[in-house]
């Protein structure tokens, strides 16, 4: 059977498939960007970077934590992770109880108001992003996304991660 635009049925429906799909893999990427547009919307006027973020999240929940332990966390690699280290311990956002071969990190009093800062910022975002869903909604994606970090966490074990 062929539609108005000379394609048949078969064609449309494998068309939106693709579409559904590539669709449903950019999502999360697009989610991202906002995420990290929003955060620096309301970062501006200060010198602490988007990218900073995870790590002094990561650190305030993580007390006393290695180079490694972060780059592990966060899935970045060892050159990243000390980058961003150094530049968190120069802005005495975080110091190192350890010594220098050996890294124990902890956020300083300005690190811990800036986490908490961070946090709420990350908490405004989602639930301004989240504003439309009615209560039933809402709910449904909290266990659609918690299945879908319980299927990533199976993922990583499974490769020993």
Known sequence: MTSGDGTNDYQNKQHCGISMIVNDLNN?????KFVYAYVSDR?????????????II????????S????SEELDVNKSFTTRIVRIL??????????????????????????RTELIGYLTDCRDYLSSDFNEKELEAFKICNQKILNK?????????R
């Open 28 to 32: 999360p990427s697009v989610m991202k």
């Open 43 to 55: 970062l501006k006027g200060t010198n602490v970077l988007p990218s900073w973020g995870p790590f």
């Open 58 to 65: 990561a650190i305030g929940g993580m007390d006393g934590a």
């Open 67 to 70: 180079q490694k332990d972060l």
């Open 89 to 114: 311990i120069d802005e005495g956002i975080v110091v190192n109880r350890g010594d220098c071969r050996e890294f124990d990190l902890v956020l300083t009093e300005k690190g811990m108001n800036l």
């Open 152 to 160: 990533i966490d199976e993922y990583y074990r499974s490769r020993g």
